[in-house]
């Protein structure tokens, strides 16, 4: 059984930092996919990024570019989202979610390909 387990969510102020954290267990393939997403109250759910475990390639969504940063520590199958300079519209539930695709696939994947998703945690960013 696959399971996703996020944590490191809370409160920051703007400006500040979190580091979140999914630990994947049960995959049974030797590499693939992890995405972050995230929704707010009342909007719809956003693709914050993406690492595929397999060569650690990452993507992100504009508006956390330069800001966020995805990486993976594969011994620990943990996979990390650093938010720096945190604005209050970074507001919202994050997910974290796999998908048995890497590259490319791994980029363009959209939400409902990913087909494992963890319970979510809260972050918080008050002006």
């Known amino acids: 059984e696959v399971r996703l387990v996020e944590s490191g969510g809370g409160s920051a102020d703007t400006g500040g930092s979190l580091r979140l954290s999914c630990e994947v267990s049960g995959v049974r393939y030797s590499s693939y996919c992890v995405g972050w997403f995230r929704q707010a109250p009342g909007k719809e759910r956003e693709k914050v990024g993406t690492i595929s475990t397999a060569g650690g390639g990452t993507s992100y969504v504009d508006s956390v570019k330069g800001r966020f940063t995805i990486s993976r520590d594969n011994a620990q199958n943990t996979v990390y989202l650093q938010m720096n300079s945190l604005k209050p519209e970074d507001t919202a539930m994050y997910y974290c979610?796999?998908?048995?695709?890497?590259?490319?696939?791994?980029?363009?994947?959209?939400?409902?390909?990913?087909?494992?998703w963890g319970q979510g945690t809260q972050v918080t960013v008050s002006s």
């Open positions: 979610a796999t998908a048995h695709l890497s590259g490319v696939f791994c980029v363009a994947a959209r939400a409902d390909v990913f087909g494992h």
